[in-house]
């Protein structure tokens, strides 16, 4: 028996996989032909898709799929320059859901509120360590969330944390269980995942 589809599926132009539309990534043409990223799939046109990953795009540009799923109206795109579009908008849409985070009160700063609150089961989605803290408060964060199974993640450096977070440095940041909690570990892992290839 065949797995129930969740939404409206589109075929990867790289590897021609048919996935789900919101798991991949979408393109359209501007005003003057050139193919762009569209990540949030929110603008006008004609969409072309590929999965969220660098071979996949490389693939599409190489054997001219582009020009096939636009009929010829499109500029020869490079793939370095749709990738570093991918790799944009990955990392905006992972600091915007921690800023919608933030506003919505769904955040904890600092080691030792981070720290009390994985004591209190359920209430946090997943923690965000910054990449240069310190070994040593890392260490403690690493083994509470292994203790606990909230995931832990990498982002940014202590001031972009603290930017984000309205403050001069942020090392550690909590984020409460919910839906922005889910979208923000999938956003990161995405972005993981795409970064990693590099």
């Known amino acids: 028996m065949k797995p129930e589809k969740d939404g409206p ?8 996989k048919a996935l789900d539309k919101n798991d991949l990534v ?8 050139d193919v762009v990223v569209d990540f949030r799939q929110k603008l006008p046109g004609r969409g072309a898709y590929t999965c969220v ?17 636009y009929r010829g109206k499109n500029r ?6 749709l990738i570093a ?11 915007g859901l921690l800023g919608m985070a933030r506003k ?5 700063g600092g080691s030792n509120l981070t720290l009390a609150s994985m004591d209190r089961p359920g209430e946090l989605g997943l923690v965000i360590v910054a990449g240069d803290m310190s070994e040593g408060i890392l260490e403690k964060i690493r083994r509470k969330c292994q ?7 990498t982002w940014g450096e202590k001031a972009s944390l603290g930017r984000l977070m309205g403050r001069d440095e942020r090392s550690v940041i909590g984020v409460k269980q919910g839906k922005l909690a889910e979208a923000l570990s999938r956003g990161l892992e995405r972005y993981k995942q795409f970064v990693g290839e590099i």
């Open 85 to 95: 579009q991918i790799h944009r908008q990955l990392g905006e849409r992972v600091e």
């Open 9 to 16: 599926q589109r075929t990867c132009l790289g590897c021609r």
């Open 147 to 153: 203790a606990t199974g909230v995931p832990l993640h």
């Open 53 to 69: 990953c660098r071979a996949c795009v490389t693939d599409a540009v190489r054997r001219d799929q582009f020009s096939r799923a």
């Open 76 to 81: 020869r795109p490079e793939s370095d320059t």
């Open 104 to 108: 919505a009160g769904m955040t904890v």
């Open 26 to 33: 979408r393109y359209v043409l501007s005003a003057a032909g």
